[in-house]
């Protein structure tokens, strides 16, 4: 499994940044998210030429790195057009999943 950091965003206020584009039927890399102190907004989106969906986990990072954290499917399920959601949960990391075809995913802090 390959894990990624995400890159901090430039401009004044703390921020973070993540694109990918995965194949048709791949899972994308394990993003991990930084530790903030206070409750921080996380806002995914996904960009599916078939279908595909945002996975989270909030397994400890070792599992991550391990290949064996437990995964859930973000509560919107499989979509097939450019979709948004966020989040204020405590999780460890994101990943995009394409079910069909190509998908691209971007992941802000």
Not at 26 to 32: D, F, H, I, P, R
Not at 43 to 61: D, E, F, H, I, R
Not at 77 to 85: A, C, E, K, R
Request: charged residues 20%.
């Amino acid at each position: 499994m390959t894990t990624i950091q995400m890159d901090k965003r430039p401009g004044r206020f703390l921020g973070y940044e993540y694109h990918e584009d995965i194949g048709d039927g791949l899972e994308g890399k394990s993003v991990l998210i930084p530790s903030i102190s206070i409750p921080t907004k996380v806002t995914c989106t996904v960009n599916p030429s078939g279908t595909a969906k945002m996975q989270y986990t909030t397994s400890p990072l070792a599992d991550v790195e391990a290949d064996t954290a437990v995964w859930q499917d973000w509560p919107i399920g499989d979509v097939t057009v450019i979709t948004s959601d966020s989040l204020v949960s405590p999780v460890t990391a994101l990943r995009g999943v394409s079910v069909t075809g190509a998908v691209t995913i971007d992941i802000i802090i």
